[in-house]
């Protein structure tokens, strides 16, 4: 996959990277050439010295051949003003911004801009971790209504079977992993000891996937 990112911050350094490591070809923009300077020389994408929402430093960095664009700078209306540039000019597919304030991020999502608020994210996560961190959540989806949970099979599911835990709209058994091998599941598959469950759950019913995966509930 072809990819720009908008920004060589701490976000945008390590998007690229990751992204970079999994053999996607990579070109990041920021106007600061001591930001892409601090990339390193593990980095083997390209570095575009430019402001990236302007249209010809994105031409330079191949947006017309783009198959995904982050916006990822400190900056929201930079990153708004690149992300819209690069979705209704460009038509590049995929594209998200990244953005502080939420107030703004709710405004973007309705009209159809992907954006990722990491004041929200970093708040729901924080809740979650101090709320259910005995249920471990592994992340969330949306502004954190939806999240997604690993555990091992409780004493009182042994033996039972998927369509006894699950509570359509709010709970949902989507796979298992067993002796190291994951599959998805039916409503007739039978949890065993030592199962590995993945869930997704509405963060307003954890108390009652809690209360499902008491032990204390047995029988």
């Not at 801009?113 to 005995?134: C, F, M, N, P, V």
């Not at 004493?155 to 599959?183: C, D, S, W």
Request: net charge neutral.
């Amino acid at each position: 996959m072809n990819v720009i990112v908008m920004g060589c911050g701490r976000v945008g350094e390590q998007l690229s990277l990751l992204l970079d490591a999994e053999g996607h070809r990579v070109t990041v923009v920021d106007y600061d050439a001591s930001a892409l300077a601090r990339i390193g020389p593990s980095f083997k994408g390209r570095k575009v010295k430019g402001i990236g929402f302007d249209r010809d430093i994105l031409v330079e960095a191949g947006i017309g051949q783009a198959d995904a664009f982050a916006a990822t700078s400190s900056s929201d209306n930079a990153n708004i003003v690149a992300a819209r540039i690069a979705r209704n000019i460009f038509q590049v597919p995929r594209v998200v911004a990244r953005l502080y304030d939420p107030r703004r991020a709710e405004i973007y999502q309705r009209l159809g801009l992907l954006t990722i608020s990491s004041t929200t994210w970093g708040a729901e996560r924080i809740r979650e971790l101090l709320t259910y961190s005995d249920l471990d959540p592994l992340m969330t989806f949306g502004h954190g209504e939806v999240c997604l949970l690993s555990i091992e099979t409780p004493p009182n599911l042994v033996g039972k079977m998927v369509q006894q835990l699950t509570v359509p709209g709010e709970i949902g058994v989507i796979a298992i992993t067993r002796q190291g091998q994951a599959f998805i599941t039916l409503a007739g598959t039978e949890f065993r000891a030592g199962d590995t469950l993945h869930l997704a759950v509405l963060a307003s019913s954890m108390d009652r996937i809690k209360s499902l995966l008491d032990s204390s509930e047995g029988g």
